[in-house]
Antibody, heavy 122, light 112 residues
């Protein structure tokens, strides 16, 4: 079964850091680009970041550029999101999502994790 | 690219037809392969989003055929031919033509 399992969500103070993890199983992880998508309370979906198959090419939403870093470990089938300088507006459920097609471009997302909640508050 | 959906919410009777529209601020049609880089998702409370359609009109495996996508370039439509109770959800369009990928604001669908 194809599965994504996020972890690492927590309550953190403004200015703090947090690292999210997403463990993948049931598919050839290294063949697909992986993204993080978030949903703030009462809001819609917002794409956050993508890392392509090789792990070198990474792209970010303007709202997190320079503060968040996405990475992947193809030997362990895990994608990470390092979040620094966190702000209240980063409060959201963070979903890990798999490209439906290929590893070197953005496509639709055919598999999603259950999400992990990040709360930024003092 | 800004994605705009309409309406923001709607309530429809069971068995009736549902139409949700999505407009992009620029074309998401990649002319070299004639594909529209547009997807539709269904998001139910407490669950992760579910991919319904990609390339604007290709149904994902397991998606009922009452869900249909149409449109090209900047104007797209999601149609549910006969609304069922389990279709209550928020529906999003997403462009993946260029980075950053962007979603519409969502359309909340309820039963009348």
């Amino acid at each position: 079964e194809v599965q994504l399992l996020e972890s690492g969500g927590d309550l953190v103070q403004p200015g703090g850091s947090l690292r999210l993890s997403c463990a993948a199983s049931g598919f050839t992880f290294e063949s697909f680009a992986m993204s993080w998508v978030r949903q703030a309370p009462g809001k819609g979906l917002e794409w956050v970041s993508v890392v392509y198959s090789g792990g070198v090419s990474r792209y970010y939403a303007d709202s997190v550029q320079g503060r968040f870093t996405i990475s992947r470990d193809n030997s362990r089938n895990i994608v990470y999101l390092q979040m620094d300088s966190l702000r209240a507006e980063d409060t959201a459920v963070y979903y890990c999502a798999k490209n439906h097609l290929g590893g070197y471009a953005l496509y639709a997302f055919d598999v999603w994790g259950q999400g992990t909640l990040v709360t930024v508050s003092s | 690219i800004v994605m705009m959906q309409s309406p923001d919410s709607l309530a429809v009777s069971l068995g009736e037809r549902v139409t949700i529209t999505c407009r992009s601020s620029q074309s998401v049609l990649y002319t070299s392969n004639k594909r529209n880089y547009l997807a539709w998702y269904q998001h139910k409370a407490g669950q992760p989003p579910r991919l319904l359609l990609y390339w604007a009109s290709t149904r994902e495996s397991g998606v009922p055929d009452r869900f249909t996508g149409s449109g090209s370039e900047t104007n797209f439509t999601l149609t549910i031919s006969r609304l069922q109770a389990e279709d209550v959800a928020v529906y999003y369009c997403q462009q993946y033509y260029t980075s950053p990928s962007t979603f519409g604001q969502g359309t909340k669908l309820d039963i009348k």
